[in-house]
């Protein structure tokens, strides 16, 4: 059986201010979170500071991005070794937002994730096809070759202590959620995949859905067989909101 995970992408959001309030909700509400791991990835500067805060509870610390490198001559970048000191244990790779906006490939993505795994951090490997993709019939094409790529560089085998997040890019931040079913066929494309190389790991990996997840749908969505949880970004940044999302899988 496979423990469902919610994990709060806060991206560029937040101050110290208003990520005490987060935390101080969030960690008030745990304790009617009864069956889903839950974690928050705050941007870099704050991970030290909520760290310390989720000290103590069941609250999980993961980074947005993780360099490919270990340390060295690479200006603005932030190594796994760092994030590990300063409390990380997931490090989320090849979101959306960096393949689209910051031009990270699908190899340079699974470098990162190579880092994460080598510094001992939990990759969170994001996936996903643009709209036009889906309208051209190619989103098992584009997420096959997202996941080709790490699995040539790393092996099946890396992928058995890795999480998966399959994030439609039309669904993120556009309050366009793909359906329960749509998610549902892109999740079991992806566990069919590796399950032709490792029955072992298909079984086993966490497949998160992200893309408007809200506390009014995620019961649904996390109530179809192949969604093991959700990775959450607008909606994680409110504590009740998130609250209500991580509840989700206690009813499923
Ligand atoms: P959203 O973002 O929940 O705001 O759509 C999800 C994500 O980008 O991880």
Same mark, same amino acid.
């Given at each position: 059986?496979?423990?469902?995970?919610?994990?709060?992408?806060?991206?560029?959001?937040?101050?110290?201010?208003?990520?005490?309030?987060?935390?101080?909700?969030?960690?008030?509400?745990?304790?009617?979170?009864?069956?889903?791991?839950?974690?928050?990835?705050?941007?870099?500067?704050?991970?030290?500071?909520?760290?310390?805060?989720?000290?103590?509870?069941?609250?999980?610390?993961?980074?947005?991005?993780?360099?490919?490198? =270990? %340390?060295? *001559? /690479? +200006?603005?970048?932030?190594?796994?070794?760092?994030? #590990?000191?300063?409390?990380?244990?997931?490090?989320? &790779?090849?979101?959306?937002?960096?393949?689209?906006?910051?031009? =990270? %490939?699908? *190899? /340079? +993505?699974?470098?990162?994730?190579?880092?994460?795994? #080598?510094?001992?951090?939990?990759?969170?490997?994001? &996936?996903?096809?643009?709209?036009?993709?889906?309208?051209?019939?190619?989103?098992?094409?584009?997420?096959?070759?997202?996941?080709?790529?790490?699995?040539?560089?790393?092996?099946?085998?890396?992928?058995?202590?890795?999480?998966?997040?399959?994030?439609?890019?039309?669904?993120?931040?556009?309050?366009?959620?793909?359906?329960?079913?749509?998610?549902?066929?892109?999740?079991?494309?992806?566990?069919?995949?590796?399950?032709?190389?490792?029955?072992?790991?298909?079984?086993?990996?966490?497949?998160?859905?992200?893309?408007?997840?809200?506390?009014?749908?995620?019961?649904?969505?996390?109530?179809?067989?192949?969604?093991?949880?959700?990775?959450?970004?607008?909606?994680?940044?409110?504590?009740?909101?998130?609250?209500?999302?991580?509840?989700?899988?206690?009813?499923?």
């Amino acid at each position: 059986m496979r423990q469902p995970l919610v994990a709060g992408n806060w991206k560029m959001n937040g101050s110290a201010a208003s990520i005490d309030t987060l935390m101080a909700g969030l960690k008030q509400g745990m304790a009617e979170v009864k069956t889903a791991a839950v974690a928050v990835c705050p941007p870099f500067v704050y991970i030290s500071k909520v760290a310390e805060l989720a000290k103590g509870t069941k609250i999980g610390v993961g980074s947005q991005d993780i360099s490919d490198q =270990e %340390s060295g *001559a /690479f +200006t603005g970048e932030v190594s796994g070794p760092m994030l #590990k000191e300063v409390g990380c244990q997931y490090a989320i &790779v090849g979101h959306s937002e960096r393949r689209a906006i910051y031009g =990270e %490939s699908d *190899a /340079f +993505t699974a470098r990162k994730f190579a880092a994460a795994r #080598k510094f001992g951090l939990i990759p969170i490997l994001c &996936v996903g096809e643009l709209l036009e993709e889906r309208e051209q019939g190619i989103t098992e094409q584009v997420v096959g070759r997202q996941l080709d790529a790490v699995i040539e560089l790393e092996g099946i085998a890396a992928l058995g202590q890795a999480v998966i997040a399959y994030e439609p890019v039309w669904a993120i931040g556009t309050g366009k959620t793909a359906s329960p079913q749509q998610a549902q066929d892109v999740h079991a494309f992806i566990r069919a995949k590796l399950a032709t190389l490792d029955k072992g790991v298909a079984d086993k990996v966490q497949i998160l859905y992200g893309g408007s997840v809200k506390g009014s749908n995620a019961v649904e969505l996390f109530g179809m067989p192949d969604l093991d949880g959700g990775l959450i970004g607008g909606a994680s940044l409110t504590a009740d909101e998130f609250l209500a999302i991580c509840r989700a899988p206690n009813q499923s």
